[in-house]
């Protein structure tokens, strides 16, 4: 799912190039992409681009006459700039937002349809899409303290929730707690004031490092390949691969449609995180460290450990 540093430059660029030009009309081949009903879609096609904004992980287009369409991408959506008129592609695509000089096709990466588009009228009408998440980058110490012990959750929930953090999920949640040194299992509650210090200075260097590192690659043009895994992300998506600090091998918790990747060396004192689906296959004989995981995968379950 495109994230804070992703969601920015998506908003960055659409801005540049939209703000001022009229939406002459959205094409839309998908039954489930329009979520509301009044004000209708049309309303919008003659209608200048006052402005492009970023509420969470949602883009706000604002029109004139305060007309606002909120596209969420959800895990697959993503966005493509293609000369005016594009057609909308066969696989995956779902919409085209029609200007005079370039059309901003919307497509999907899975056969779960998820992406969702609203027409809300009146500035008011986006309160329902603001899950009311702290914004980091413009957050101060004591704010994000109070925001991480609101609820006593894992680190990894804590981070990726809506409501106590605006813009961070899955991918760039791994890249801050790898940064903070951190297991993701641990209660917020449970942290230091020295940790949750070291934490909110992750979280800072982490999405304004990645934010300028795609604003750096985009340059003039637009984030056509946006993704969750990025070859200069430390832990994300590099299961068994080596710690870029460290050397041992990045683990993972698989979970839901999910996983969370981390260093076992660098964030839990060497101790693996139970996976809920293999230590309940493995149980006893579920390795408890690094070594005891090697011994599993060299001489196989059951003769690990003594």
Known sequence: ???????????????????GRPLLAVRSK?????????????????????????L?????????????????????????????GAGIPGRGGLAAFDFEHGAVLLTEASKKKRASLHVVQGRDALAPFD????????A?????????????RTMKRGLTDPRLFSGIGNAYSDEILFRARISPMRLTRKLTAEEIER?????????????????????EG???????????MAVHGRYRQPCPDCGAPIQRIVY????????????????????????????????????????????????GRR
């Open 131 to 138: 899950r009311g998440g702290l914004e980091v980058l413009e």
């Open 256 to 303: 839901a449609e999910n996983e969370c990747n981390y260093c076992a060396a660098c964030q839990n004192q060497g101790r693996l995180l139970a996976d809920r689906a293999l230590s309940q296959l493995l149980k006893k004989d579920w390795p408890k460290t690094l070594d005891e995981l090697e011994a599993v995968r060299t001489q196989g379950p059951g003769r």
């Open 1 to 19: 799912m495109p994230e804070l540093p992703d969601v920015t430059v998506y908003v960055e660029r659409l801005e540049a190039l939209l703000v």
């Open 222 to 232: 637009f984030p056509d390949k946006v993704t969750a895994f990025r070859d200069d």
């Open 140 to 152: 101060d110490l004591p704010a994000f303290t109070e925001a991480l012990l609101r609820e006593n």
């Open 56 to 84: 969470g992980k949602r883009i706000v287009f604002e029109l004139e006459d305060q007309l606002f369409l909120v596209l969420h991408l959800m895990v697959a959506g993503r966005l493509r700039w293609r000369k005016a």
């Open 199 to 219: 934490l909110f200075a992750a979280c800072r260097a982490v999405l304004e490092a990645f934010t300028h590192t795609l604003r750096a690659e985009v340059g």
């Open 30 to 54: 998908s039954a489930f992409l329009l979520r509301t009903v009044e004000p209708p879609l049309a309303a919008a096609h003659g209608r200048r681009v006052v402005g492009v904004e970023r």
